[in-house]
């Protein structure tokens, strides 16, 4: 490819939250996949999380998109391998009722302006997963603030927030393409979009981002961006925020 690709980095001067905060989740995880075979390793990539973490939370700003949610799961996953309850409070502190909302709305969990379907898709997976953990350790119920769910309600959350995505919104459109009758027919990556027989440069890709034909490649299971909260959704490949293949 022409295009250039010069190189960057975040420090205290250029920060990247969300990128620092990323890779601390990842490293924090890790450690406890090599817990037991490697325990060196294991707190190296420890300590080095929590040098990122600390960083990030230190100096604040994003390199490619929002950090709250990213700091959330770092949080989560040092204190899942340290036990510092400082992670867990941190968890608590930004969670509750910020990101998460446990009623029964039209719109997704974690819908503000953006389209942003892999959040409440994700938050459904963990509230479906959650409400087994209870129902098999005899968990009667968990607090959140002055309101408390139960198993089954975790399980109705989780229906909401797929039935959503799967077409029962205002639109009646399913946002995992290839499901339903109604689903995106433009989602926006040049794999789907460019005929798989043209023969193409680095430059020619625009005039299939403007057709207004169907994709010739049809991402079955593709989860696209979705709809912005006012419930609007415009099906074209140059509409990025929307019609971007999150999953």
């Not at 406890?32 to 707190?43: H, M």
């Not at 119920?141 to 797929?162: E, W």
């Not at 799967?166 to 926006?188: E, R, T």
Request: glycine residues 6%.
């Amino acid at each position: 490819m022409t295009k250039k690709r010069p190189l960057t980095r975040v420090n205290t001067s250029v920060p990247g939250a969300d990128v620092a905060v990323e890779t601390a989740a990842a490293m924090a995880s890790a450690s406890l996949v090599f817990k037991t075979s490697d325990s060196t390793y294991s707190s190296t990539l420890l300590k080095h999380a929590k040098q990122l973490f600390t960083f990030a939370d230190k100096y604040i700003g994003c390199y490619i998109s929002s950090y709250e949610d990213k700091f959330t799961r770092a949080a989560s996953w040092l204190y899942h391998a340290i036990g510092d309850q400082s992670y867990l409070k941190y968890v608590a502190g930004v969670t509750e009722y910020e990101l998460v909302n446990w009623g029964s709305p039209t719109w997704l969990s974690l819908g503000e302006r953006l389209a942003i379907t892999q959040h409440p898709v994700a938050s459904a997976f963990l509230a479906s997963v959650y409400s087994d953990y209870m129902l098999t350790s005899q968990t009667g119920k968990i607090t959140c603030g002055n309101d408390y769910f139960k198993p089954l309600d975790l399980r109705k959350f989780a229906k909401s927030q797929a039935d959503y995505v799967l077409g029962s919104n205002p639109l009646k459109m399913s946002f995992l393409v290839g499901c339903g009758d109604k689903y995106q027919i433009h989602a926006s990556q040049r794999g789907f979009k460019i005929p798989i027989d043209a023969t193409t440069g680095c430059k020619d890709g625009f005039k299939w981002l403007y057709s207004t034909d169907p994709n010739p490649n049809v991402a079955i299971g593709v989860l696209v961006a979705g709809s912005f909260f006012n419930e609007t959704y415009i099906d074209s490949r140059n509409n990025s925020m929307q019609a971007a293949n999150h999953i």
